[in-house]
């Protein structure tokens, strides 16, 4: 049991991307399931959409004998659960639901939560539905959980403290609905990026420079997003802990949605899948070749090793990842008289991928474009390169079914961005997942990601940014925005904007200054390429030491702190 008053006994969080990567919030809960079970030996119950209904989810692995008993319960009260593990350190316990019954009664589900909550559902669309259904099943998963076995606890006499903690707006319902059923369990919620906010910044709209202006049920009304909104509010003003990610995102929250955080969880991560010495030394020079070979069969040249190697990689948010101002700055970096070694920029962003180049993948192995046995079957064939030439679009390793109007390739041709074999810049559009089977690079991208030389990231919209803190954990210098999460803590390490030198460069950027920040990019990139070696090792190596200081022990104190303020409503 609790060893206080505060300490949760158990916890439920409950996710989509529970079991199913999708994004950053994969990465938060996976990366901290395991210092949340030693820092409070609670029972940790995750609850997820059960989406692999007709083929093996390999992040889960059922065990039919786990919990046997309440799932013969939660059986016959119509829930359709599978109980197992998630595959991640930890091994936590792992319930997947299935919610497409619910779609059965959506309206009295919709009509209860008016009345009950004010949520207004009226206007929904999308995957507004879909998510709602997983939240209210998941709800009523942790209703069962509490009736059959937390019951038999508060039969004994004791108090067991129990908190459900729901991410993202897609989870908020299920939080109020059991909010009201069981008073006694403690909810918080934690918006990870508002939906009204994302919006205004995804529609083209300056979210920053007229922040103090907006107004959220306004903009939500203009802008479509009435239903998901309203959820998000309701969310944040009534569970017991209202939380989110970062000092910008907590600006939103207090703007948009009327509401300033309880607490600020600050995303961190743990580093158990960074390789460490000689065979971290192996996967760089494994990461290089593959990446120097791509271009190259690609582009019809050689590469050197010296090549310096930039990449940028997350959502395809063409504006609020800073996919447009990034390739402003390497349009500006080609152009620069100064620069005298060969840059190669990946933009590894998924887009609407038909499948790998044709004409690409048989030049790259002797299996016609199929995972190669080894690194040496990636190497030029016959010794040399004489006689290569470019492939037709040289700016791109996979088909799109949008080739036409992809925005990163409609930019690249409006600037000039066109692989000019007289540039020292080239520019790669990687439009896939890097999962090891994408039929050109077959590495996974924490494979390849050893191999760069720097990374960029330089958002518009970015409440945390996982991307920046996972290339300096694998010792790449990284420049990325005080519009992201990670772009503040960088600076507040320091007490002042952090530079490349720390290992971190924090780019300033507002609605305004675009031209201002794409030459502080630019000008980033071009002092890069002429550091010597030894002043590069010593940025990479300070470039993890930032890392080091964003592991879940540092950070996982603040989740302590939300618990203690849920149980204390209750």
Not at 211 to 236: C, F, P, R, V
Request: aromatic letters at 10%; proline letters at 5%; hydrophobic letters at 40%.
């Amino acid at each position: 049991m609790s060893v206080n008053k505060t300490t949760p006994d158990y916890i439920f969080e409950i996710s989509w991307e529970v079991c199913n990567k999708v994004g950053g919030i994969y990465t938060v809960l996976s990366t901290r399931a395991k210092t949340i079970l030693t820092k409070t030996n609670a029972q940790l119950v995750f609850i997820g959409p059960d989406l692999w209904k007709e083929t093996e989810n390999p992040l889960f692995k059922e065990d039919k004998r786990l919990l046997a008993g309440w799932r013969k319960k939660a059986t016959e009260e119509g829930l359709a659960i599978r109980i197992g593990r998630w595959n991640i350190p930890g091994e936590p316990v792992a319930v997947l639901v299935d919610f497409t019954p619910y779609y059965n009664i959506k309206n009295e589900i919709y009509s209860e939560a008016w009345n009950l909550f004010s949520v207004d559902s009226l206007h929904a669309y999308g995957d507004y539905d879909e998510a709602s259904m997983f939240s209210y099943a998941a709800a009523r998963v942790a209703e069962s959980y509490y009736k059959h076995i937390i019951a038999k606890d508060i039969k004994k006499g004791n108090n067991p403290k129990v908190i459900y903690q729901a991410h993202e707006w897609m989870t908020g319902l299920g939080a109020l609905f059991l909010k009201h059923w069981i008073p006694s369990i403690a909810t918080i919620f934690t918006t990870h990026a508002t939906s009204i906010g994302r919006s205004i910044a995804g529609n083209m709209k300056p979210l920053y420079d007229y922040m103090s202006g907006y107004n959220g049920d306004q903009m939500a009304s203009e802008l479509n997003m009435e239903s998901k909104h309203s959820i998000e509010k309701q969310s944040a003003h009534r569970v017991d802990c209202f939380t989110t990610v970062s000092e910008i995102t907590d600006v939103e929250c207090t703007q948009l949605l009327e509401k300033p955080a309880d607490v600020i969880l600050v995303n961190g991560f743990e580093d158990d899948f960074v390789p460490k010495g000689a065979a971290f030394t192996a996967k760089r020079k494994e990461a290089r070749k593959v990446m120097l070979n791509v271009a190259g069969k690609l582009l019809g040249q050689e590469f050197s090793d010296d090549t310096i190697i930039v990449s940028t990689g997350g959502r395809y948010e063409f504006r609020n990842k800073g996919i447009d101002i990034l390739l402003e700055s390497l349009k500006r970096l080609a152009d620069e008289p100064s620069l005298d070694r060969d840059v190669l920029a990946f933009i590894n962003v998924p887009a609407w991928v038909k499948g790998p180049r044709e004409d690409l993948a048989p030049l790259l192995s002797p299996q016609g474009g199929k995972n190669p046995a080894t690194v040496a079957e990636l190497l030029p064939l016959g010794g040399g390169w004489e006689g290569a030439a470019p492939l037709d679009t040289p700016v791109i390793t996979h088909e799109l079914y949008n080739m036409n109007d992809d925005k990163a390739l409609s930019m690249m041709r409006a600037i000039g961005l066109d692989n000019n074999p007289n540039s020292r810049v080239k520019v790669i559009f990687v439009p896939c997942y890097l999962n090891g089977n994408d039929g050109i690079f077959n590495m996974p991208y924490y494979d390849l990601l050893p191999g760069d030389d720097l990374a960029v990231y330089p958002s518009y919209y970015e409440p945390w940014g996982y991307t920046p803190l996972e290339s300096v954990a694998f010792h790449v210098p990284t420049i990325t925005t005080d519009l992201a999460g990670f772009g503040l803590w960088a600076n507040s390490l320091k007490g002042e904007y952090s530079q490349l030198e720390d290992g971190v460069k924090v780019v300033h950027r507002t609605d305004s200054n675009w031209n201002e920040a794409a030459d502080e990019i630019k000008n980033t990139i071009l002092a890069f390429t002429k550091m010597d070696d030894k002043l590069v090792a010593d940025l990479r190596r300070r470039a993890a030491a930032i890392a080091k200081k964003a592991l879940w022990d540092k950070f996982v104190k603040y989740y302590l702190e939300a618990y203690e303020i849920a149980l204390s409503k209750i």
